[in-house]
Every structure is written in structure tokens, then in C-alpha cells.
């Protein structure tokens, strides 16, 4: 990395047109990460801003992960789990889909635009289907632009 990118901040990035945004995907051991996985076997590129979290089940994600990531500089997030039926743990992917629908109206009402949170399944044998899931959440956070909401302040030693 040069010295002039290290010293580009988000907004300058943004103007430049060289913002990438940061994604965070949580993705469920047995389906969606196995599909990553087949993805990356399989050489199907697929956009590199996602930081992939390995979880047992997508219903083990606890909402307070996701407001966590955004808080931390995550501009999307993506849950993928296993299809309807699916689920390695019977019903964890109902639970992950109840909660992320009560999730996606709180997000809303705290002023969250709605694509920057997404939930998606995914199965072991869908490589192809994870990285087109992971093309289109980075194309729609993309549009959206750098997160604003949740995101933590760094603490000014100067402004006291």
C-alpha cells in the first residue's frame, strides 16, 4: 500500500470513486461456509472485502453481533445459513430467519437502510449462488455508500 492510499480517508476514497466497503458475513458451518469453501475450490470469483466468520449455526448469530460489526466499521453485514428444512440443527435457521426479521425492523427504525443487513441461504453445494449472494451485498452496500449509523466515535484527546 502506498503512502498516498494510507493517507486517503473514507471520504476522500468515496470521492475518488476508490471506496470498497467492509463486509462482515456470518456464515453457517455446514452450508454457507462449505459453499464459500466450494466457491474458492471451484476459483469463482467473488468480491474480496468480506471478512467471513465461521458460525456453527446462522441461528447462534445474536443480533447484538450484527449491531456489533456496524458499530466497529462494518458498513454490511450478510447471515447465511442453510435452506429451509435444511438446517444441520433442525431449526436454527427458523430461528436466525425470525430474528433477523425483527432485527431488520429495528435497524430501520434506528435509520439503517435496509440493504446494508442482509440474510440469504445458502447451501454446501451452491458456490456459484454464494458468490453471486456476495456480489450483490457488496454492490448494493456499495451504492449506499460508507456507514454512518452505530459507528463509533474515536475519542479526541483534544477535545476536552
Known amino acids: 500500500m502506498s503512502k498516498k492510499s494510507e493517507l486517503q480517508t473514507p471520504n476522500s476514497k468515496l470521492q475518488t470513486g476508490n471506496w470498497e466497503p467492509k463486509i462482515v458475513a456470518f456464515l453457517c458451518n455446514w452450508c454457507s461456509y462449505a ?8 476459483r469463482i470469483q467473488y468480491p474480496r472485502n468480506v471478512r467471513i466468520i465461521r458460525v456453527p449455526c446462522s441461528g447462534r448469530v445474536h443480533p447484538l453481533f450484527i449491531i456489533r460489526s456496524l458499530q466497529n466499521g462494518a458498513d454490511g453485514v450478510l447471515v447465511s445459513g442453510c435452506h429451509p428444512g435444511d438446517c444441520h440443527y433442525i431449526s436454527g435457521n427458523y430461528i436466525a430467519r425470525r430474528r433477523f426479521a425483527i432485527l431488520k425492523n429495528l435497524l430501520e427504525y434506528v435509520g439503517i437502510e435496509l440493504g446494508r443487513v442482509q440474510f440469504s441461504w445458502v447451501s ?15 454492490e448494493q452496500v456499495k451504492a449506499l455508500g460508507p456507514a454512518k449509523r452505530l459507528v463509533k466515535r474515536k475519542a479526541d484527546p483534544h477535545e476536552f
Open 124 to 138: 454446501a453445494s451452491e458456490g456459484e449462488k454464494f458468490a453471486k449472494v456476495v456480489k450483490d451485498v457488496v
Open 35 to 42: 459453499g464459500a469453501d466450494l466457491a474458492g475450490i471451484g
